[in-house]
């Protein structure tokens, strides 16, 4: 009994330790991206220029002996990253569109926790990442459209209804980018995709529904052949 104890005590400080390292690790990193996007050249695309090179070599890690998926996920970060600079560097709003982009991920990976705890439910991709639910992905959904419309209010920028549904699409972009990363680790039979970041293991389980969401954006845009989401 007392030895039950003792174990339930153990584990419960190592999560409070690990919930501790990752809030301070995001309290750090979080300000020091939001400010090299804000400010840009040199700063961003100093950070794209060093996470290129790590990026790559967790790739290979989540792909060992299958070529193919190594090229493909290869090619798919690489172009994540010309798609951050590319949108950052427009001429009209390229900062805005970022920070945007940043909000509705960061909404989604919070209000997908948040709500998916509480409210649980049935999984979303149990044989990929047992984890998620359906009501995580409702309520990242919700709080990126709330995200994004908000942020368009705040900057002047865009039409409040279009915005919030564009953020609810996003959610489900980066859930996507989310659940092909899971599928690539648990086919390696990996954890994490590395150890880089404490407490959060490699730089994709970070950036994984940022990626799919930046190549989506930018490939909307193009499309586009305007301003959008703000025109």
Do not use: N
């Not at 100093?46 to 996920?73: D, F, K, Q, T, Y």
């Not at 001429?91 to 909000?103: D, Q, S």
């Not at 991709?125 to 368009?152: D, E, N, Y």
């Not at 996507?176 to 150890?195: H, N, Y």
């Amino acid at each position: 009994m007392a030895a039950s104890a003792a174990d339930a005590l153990t584990q419960g400080s190592g999560r409070f330790k690990g919930l501790l390292l990752r809030a301070v690790t995001a309290v750090v990193l979080g300000p020091l991206l939001l400010a090299a996007i804000w400010y840009g050249f040199p700063w961003l695309d100093l950070i794209a220029a060093l996470a290129a090179p790590l990026m790559v070599s967790e790739c290979l890690r989540l792909s060992p002996g299958r070529p193919a998926i190594r090229l493909a996920s290869i090619a798919y970060v690489l172009a994540a990253i010309v798609a951050l600079l590319w949108l950052r560097h427009q001429p009209a709003l390229g900062r805005e569109t970022i920070l945007w982009i940043v909000c509705c991920t960061w909404a989604t990976d919070i209000g997908a926790y948040v709500v998916g705890r509480s409210a649980g439910g049935a999984r979303l991709a149990p044989r990929i990442s047992p984890g998620k639910t359906w009501s995580g992905l409702v309520g990242g959904m919700a709080w990126s459209a709330v995200a994004s419309a908000a942020f368009g209010y705040a900057f002047g920028l865009g039409e409040t209804i279009p915005l919030a549904i564009v953020g609810a699409l996003l959610a489900v972009v980066g859930q996507v980018g989310d659940l092909l990363e899971s599928a690539m680790k648990r086919s390696a039979g990996v954890k994490d995709s590395g150890t880089l970041i404490p407490g959060h293991g490699g730089l994709l389980d970070r950036v994984d529904g940022l990626v799919a969401i930046l190549l989506v954006v930018a490939m909307v845009r193009l499309l586009a052949d305007g301003g959008w989401p703000w025109k």
